[in-house]
């Protein structure tokens, strides 16, 4: 049984940083895609970013330049750096799996395992 499991999120002020990281069981961690997905109140998912096992790299046009997205297979751990936060970045990030090994889309349906998010908030 796939497991995602989230943490790192918490309360920060605009501009500070926080490292997201999602530990995954029950799965072949090397050979999944791994992607962290934000939902701020009131609008849909949104794709954040995303790493294949060979570590190419995808990022939503929003956070470009300001997230970092890795994987550590050792720690079957995906991280999401995030840096200099502003209040639209507050959200739920939830991390999510793919068993393909290359990217197939930004779309959510193209993941099938979720974790339950952890939440960032951001006071300006």
């Known amino acids: 049984q796939v497991e995602l499991v989230e943490s790192g999120g918490g309360l920060v002020q605009a501009g500070d940083s926080l490292r997201l990281s999602c530990e995954a069981s029950?799965?072949?961690?090397?050979?999944?895609?791994m992607a962290w997905f934000r939902q701020r109140p009131g609008k849909e998912r949104e794709f954040v970013a995303c790493i294949t096992p060979i570590g190419s790299r995808r990022y939503g046009d929003s956070v470009k330049g300001r997230f970092t997205i890795s994987r550590d297979s050792t720690r079957n751990t995906v991280y999401l750096q995030v840096n200099s936060l502003n209040p639209e970045d507050a959200a739920v990030y939830y991390c999510?799996?793919?068993?393909?090994?290359?990217?197939?889309?930004?779309?959510?349906?193209?993941?099938?395992?979720w974790g339950q998010g952890t939440q960032v908030t951001v006071s300006s």
């Open positions: 029950g799965l072949t961690f090397s050979s999944y895609v």
């Open positions: 999510a799996a793919d068993s393909n090994t290359f990217f197939r889309g930004s779309f959510s349906h193209y993941y099938p395992y």
